[in-house]
């Protein structure tokens, strides 16, 4: 055990002449980690006790029960298991300044500790709260660098647009969170856009919205709807807009989308051009309920399946039943009568058995796209 110990690990050495305490350093890939071995008087290792500092006990947490299995040859492991456990890590393992944690106390108390949502026992992951103009509240999360304030954090946030914050050695945090803040500001409008359509219309996809999301998909009636791609940067001019559901439905309302387009107010309200653009008025939760609009796929009998909804509709006036687009495209593939031209099947509808037309494109390539579809920019 003795020689096992100071051939292996030359910094740690035994502190009495019975040879039962050890203390000193492991070394690790040039980085030493403070430990200490007592053993029992006489010297089983099965009762031995190891004491290590707080950084090598942070990283055997989860290897704690390992450990005491195989203490024998605990160096053996160590060696081994220990430096993948370091390597594993996002960053090289550094002890930071002693100075960095009372400049990073006093750069919080700089920005106000009520900004202050969460920060880790490392004093590197920090999640910062920032409220816009209109009250919705933001958070930003920050993850200092082992360099910091040399090296500039990475920070994520759940916005529309790329994070572009500017960054020198003598950037605070609280100039940070003013840069966030000012990215607010500048999409204050597009979430007005969008906050005012989620509140006034029956919002299909997505079904829980996030601050970053782009699109939304409003229904319409009569098993259509119309997905609009708002621009971050100009939410108030016209989306990119497609219109969605059987043809006798989507003809009409994509001639009045062709022809009023020149009626688009910038001036106004996304929502409100919308309806006047299209000539009509958007199902609300004040006039209809969710249930009306959601419409059951007439296969599989359920409205979500893998997060999306039914998107192909039977082209017969007296039918028009949705479908998810997979299930229409494997119940058409196993039919002898149906047949496809390039990106479109001809076959019985499974509600009506009315010969009609549906897109397969979205359920060859694996991608959502959608019977009928209008685009505007």
Not at 7 to 22: D, I, Q, S
Request: charged fraction near 25%; proline fraction near 7%.
């Amino acid at each position: 055990m003795d020689s096992l110990l100071v051939k292996e690990n030359p910094l740690l050495l035994p502190m009495n002449k019975e040879r039962t305490v050890y203390d000193g350093f492991i070394t690790v890939q040039e980085q030493d980690f403070r430990m200490r071995i007592l053993l029992p008087p006489d010297r089983q290792i099965k009762q031995a006790k190891l004491h290590c500092c707080w950084q090598l006990k942070h990283l055997l947490a989860e290897y704690e029960p390992i450990v005491k299995q195989v203490v024998q040859s605990f160096f053996i492991f160590f060696s081994t298991n220990f430096e993948v456990c370091v390597q594993s890590r996002p960053s090289p393992l550094s002890i930071p300044r002693p100075q960095s944690y009372s400049e990073l106390i006093a750069e919080l108390e700089t920005l106000g500790w009520d900004k202050l949502m969460f920060i880790d026992s490392d004093f590197r992951t920090l999640r910062l709260k920032a409220e816009d103009s209109s009250g919705r509240e933001h958070v930003l999360t920050v993850k200092l660098k082992t360099k910091h304030p040399a090296e500039a954090p990475e920070c994520s946030a759940d916005v529309p647009v790329p994070l572009a914050f500017s960054w020198t050695p003598q950037t605070t945090l609280a100039q940070l969170h003013g840069q966030f803040l000012l990215l607010l500001e500048s999409l204050s409008d597009f979430w007005d856009v969008l906050d005012e359509i989620d509140q006034k219309t029956w919002v299909l996809e997505p079904e829980k919205p996030s601050r970053s999301d782009t699109m939304r998909r409003i229904a319409i009636g009569n098993n259509a709807s119309i997905k609009v791609e708002v621009d971050p940067k100009h939410p108030r001019m016209l989306p990119e807009c497609c219109l969605l559901g059987a043809e006798h439905v989507v003809t009409p309302l994509r001639n009045k989308l062709n022809a009023n387009m020149h009626l688009w107010n910038p001036e106004c309200g996304v929502l409100l051009n919308l309806g006047d653009v299209l000539e009509l008025q958007f199902p609300s939760p004040a006039t209809h309920e969710k249930s009306s609009l959601s419409v059951e796929c007439g296969i599989c009998y359920s409205y979500l399946l893998d997060s999306s909804i039914p998107d192909q509709v039977c082209n017969d006036p007296r039918c028009g039943q949705p479908f998810h687009q997979d299930c229409l495209y494997q119940w058409l593939r196993a039919l002898p009568s149906s047949r496809q031209s390039f990106n479109i099947v001809f076959g019985e509808c499974p509600y009506c058995n009315k010969v009609s037309s549906f897109s397969a494109s979205s359920a060859t390539e694996g991608k959502k796209e959608n019977a009928s579809e209008t685009r505007a920019r």
